[in-house]
């Protein structure tokens, strides 16, 4: 073979090998764009699923709903079910014992499942703290950090009151699993953070500050809490200052959060089995970093909506992301001020106990409403009557119009009026009218 012909066959060759690299190339960088655009890991979070024996409802309905919603996704798994505190309602081995059971009757094979622990896990009877040195349940109180789909998760459990020694692990904790990477860190511990997400302003952790101080150090920090038991289907249920915090839900139960207006209602509470209130988060994270919470009723199994749209309510994170969910009184309180339409309709009646009672069509609000302030005058503008109702905004399908109690009032000519507030805090103008009581 002639040395033109040789030199011919060994450019084909690298030109054969180039373009193999090249495909190769290509291929490769479709499969990591495609893996960046698909979620690769699914956990779902609630708490307060207070379990007592195998009849509870509350955690297998948690299960369900959780297993349908992934199976209408493409990504059908459920890599984790978590419940961040209050597991059970007194701690006591029948009711761990009943938690185990119902798990190992839902869990599928590969979802795998974690607790924290709160209050209602060591009362027992009379014994209170004492529970905690039981060797059964000391077991179940241990902190842990495990890895799931790559991914690590941290969880917390106190001991009534979080003291040095846990603090010291957690920041070690953090700063091992953050050394290398970049990836998002979940951190899981049932006592609210001051002043983060919708209800810490008034219920949160004694320790809030000390760990807060730890977490901000690592932005790729997640913080999953739930102490608050207030509504977690709010533009408020995610805050991001250096970390990020989220509002886990609740299964037994969800408060109103007036407290922080001055209101004496804070303590008015929404039962789940009744209401149809009971909350979940489901956490998507993706190949690209990228981290979608959304927030499931779990009684009907749908995903909550934003106010006044159509649209899903999703928080979007990415690791190290800063601010974009950080909420001040600041920032909103001279902006989308909620407000009535123009035809807005009200109504009284008198009731078979002589109340007059209100209805009138709910105001709006992009970030949802909190509650009404109701004042009723007289003919001569003195107020005889101040209340507050709270707008349901709890609710999967939130209801047209309110109704509320004016009490029983003298007969007469009065004038009312009825002013908005939104989940911020922010007052709307207010919708007067006048009626005779007779």
Known sequence: MSGFNRIKRFAL??????????????????????????????????????VYDETDTALTNYFKQVYRYADSNSYKKVDAFIINGNVTGDGSKEAFDSVNSLAKTWL???????????DGDFIVGDEGEQTAADPYIQEKLEDQVVRINGYTFIFMTPYYNYYEPKLDWLEQTLERVTKYSEKPV???????????????????????ENIMNIIEKYPVAV????????????????FQRNASYVNTGVVSNLRMNFYEFGHDTYSE??????????QCKIVEVYGSGKVEILTM???????????????????????????????????????D???????AEVSFEKNENGETVMT??????????????????????TSVKETCTYADFSQWEVPERENVSLGVLENGKYRVEIIPYDIFGTQGMAKTVSFLSE
């Open 360 to 381: 009138f069509d709910n105001a709006h609000d992009k970030d949802g409403m909190l509650f009404y302030k109701i004042v009723v005058s007289d003919r001569v503008g």
């Open 108 to 118: 599928l094979s590969g979802t795998r499942f974690y607790t924290t622990r709160a």
């Open 223 to 238: 913080d999953f809490s739930s102490s608050s038991s207030t509504a977690s289907n709010t533009m408020r249920s995610v």
């Open 297 to 335: 009723d779990l009684n009907t199994g749908n995903l909550y909506k934003m106010p006044d749209s159509d649209d899903t309510l999703i928080f979007t994170l990415y690791p190290g992301q800063k601010h974009l969910y950080g909420y001040t009184k600041e920032d909103f309180v001279s902006v």
């Open 269 to 278: 509470v929404i039962h789940a089995g009744n209401e149809g209130v009971s």
């Open 337 to 343: 001020q909620p407000c009535f339409d123009e035809n």
């Open 186 to 208: 979940f951190v899981f511990q049932f006592d609210a953070l001051k002043d983060t997400y919708y209800g810490t302003e008034s219920w949160y952790a004694i320790e809030s």
């Open 13 to 50: 060759l690298v030109l054969l090998v180039c373009l193999f690299s090249g495909v190769i190339s290509i291929i490769h960088e479709q499969i990591r764009e495609s893996r960046q655009d698909k979620v690769v890991l699914r956990f779902a979070v609630t708490s307060r699923t207070s």
